[in-house]
């Protein structure tokens, strides 16, 4: 079984910062990208920020020069930081890893139960 938890949301002022964490755990042979996802409330999930194995990574233009994404491979573990935040930041927030269970597996998407990030004053 595989299981990743999310930690690291609340309320915030605009401006403010905040950093979530999502940490797998579980058996898992290697991990290949890692993402973050958010959902706002009358709106469709977006993909925010992803980072491949290699260290590579992509935002939506709505959070670049704000939000960054790392990742820790021996710790399992992907994290958001986020700066400057707005209240349209408001959502919840979603990690995804695609990983193998085992050696010689074909790889699969897993999902965070999700965690709320609230941008108001």
């Known amino acids: 079984q595989v299981q990743l938890v999310e930690s690291g949301g609340g309320l915030v002022q605009p401006g403010g910062s905040l950093r979530l964490s999502c940490a797998a755990s579980g058996s898992i042979f290697s991990i290949d990208a890692m993402g973050w996802h958010r959902q706002a409330p009358g709106k469709q999930r977006e993909l925010v920020a992803s980072i491949t194995s290699g260290g590579s990574t992509n935002y939506v233009d709505s959070v670049k020069g704000r939000f960054t994404i790392s990742r820790d491979n021996a710790k399992k573990t992907v994290y958001l930081q986020m700066d400057s935040l707005q209240p349209e930041d408001t959502a919840v927030y979603y990690c995804?890893?695609?990983?193998?269970?085992?050696?010689?597996?074909?790889?699969?998407?897993?999902w965070g139960q999700g965690t709320q990030v609230t941008v108001s004053s």
């Open positions: 995804t890893m695609n990983l193998r269970r085992l050696l010689g597996v074909v790889s699969q998407n897993y």
